[in-house]
């Protein structure tokens, strides 16, 4: 088991009351709102929505971003979405399109995937467990088939980087107890460490992540890493893609041992 260190995005240090403002503000800089949030002030009950709220604001304008996709001119990020009280957070590599559309993670193809297998061990996405993603823009690339098509794609490390503050804001206002890590991107992302082609031995294992909650606590999360359900829908016979899904079941499976659910 290796254990790895959340970067931080202290959040923790968000005055109660810059939050109530933030929802008052209709287009902030983006460095207006990191200087916001990186006032330090003791706040003892911050308002999770709000921050939700305001981490969407940063990410709709950060300068970092290398999506095309991404607002004013395109199209607004996807956040997570579930219970932010839940002790079990999944996360996926990116929104494709469906999720675009919705402005919701995993509801489409792969969506489904996933769906079942929580469905089989009886969690609830809205109840049970928080969804979200390593990055939140929809990486394309124009397809080989069809030049004026866009198609989607691995994040590049850079994406990755660029998004890094978001995956660690939701870790620290969630604080969950077990992530479970769908894919090479989640994986990457989580661990800040690249892997290359190295992800096939990594599926099954147990690490751990140490972080700070948004409440200040020292806090560490079990990180268990699968397969992205994506992978199903590449497998072209029912046994590979059976296979697959044994895998993700089992790292359900391992969640719910470990948190007693
Ligand atoms: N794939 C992902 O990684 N995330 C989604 O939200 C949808 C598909």
């Not at 921050?51 to 607004?76: A, D, V, W, Y």
């Not at 399109?97 to 009886?122: R, S, V, Y």
């Not at 870790?171 to 992302?189: D, K, R, T």
């Not at 290359?196 to 079990?222: M, Q």
Request: overall charge positive.
């Amino acid at each position: 088991m290796k254990t790895y260190k959340l970067t931080e995005y202290k959040i923790r240090s968000l005055p109660q009351n810059a939050l109530k403002a933030s929802k008052n503000i209709d287009q902030p800089s983006h460095d207006a709102i990191q200087n916001f949030i990186t006032i330090n002030s003791s706040s003892p009950n911050l308002e999770r929505d709000s921050i939700r709220f305001t981490s969407e604001r940063i990410c709709s304008q950060c300068s970092k971003c290398l999506s095309p996709n991404k607002p004013p001119m395109g199209i607004p990020p996807v956040l997570g979405k579930g219970n932010v009280e839940a002790k079990l957070m999944l996360v996926g590599e990116a929104p494709g399109e469906w999720e675009i559309l919705k402005k919701e993670p995993f509801i489409g193809p792969a969506g489904q995937e996933l769906n079942q297998a929580l469905k089989f061990h009886k969690l609830d996405r809205d109840k049970d467990l928080y969804i979200s993603n390593a990055i939140k823009c929809r990486p394309t690339r124009y397809s080989e088939f069809d030049s004026t098509k866009l198609v989607g794609r691995k994040p590049s490390g850079d994406e990755l980087a660029n998004c890094k503050s978001f995956i660690s804001a939701e870790i620290e206002i969630v604080s969950p107890e077990v992530i479970i890590l769908l894919g090479q991107s989640a994986y990457e992302q989580v661990t800040s460490q690249p892997i290359g082609s190295h992800f096939t031995p990594l599926v099954g294992s147990e690490d751990l992540l140490n972080y700070k909650s948004w409440d200040g606590t020292d806090r560490s999360a079990i990180l268990l890493t699968t397969w992205h359900p994506s992978y199903i829908l590449r497998k072209e016979t029912k046994k590979e893609q059976n296979e697959i899904r044994k895998d993700i079941d089992k790292t359900i499976k391992r969640a719910k041992e470990i948190l007693g659910i």
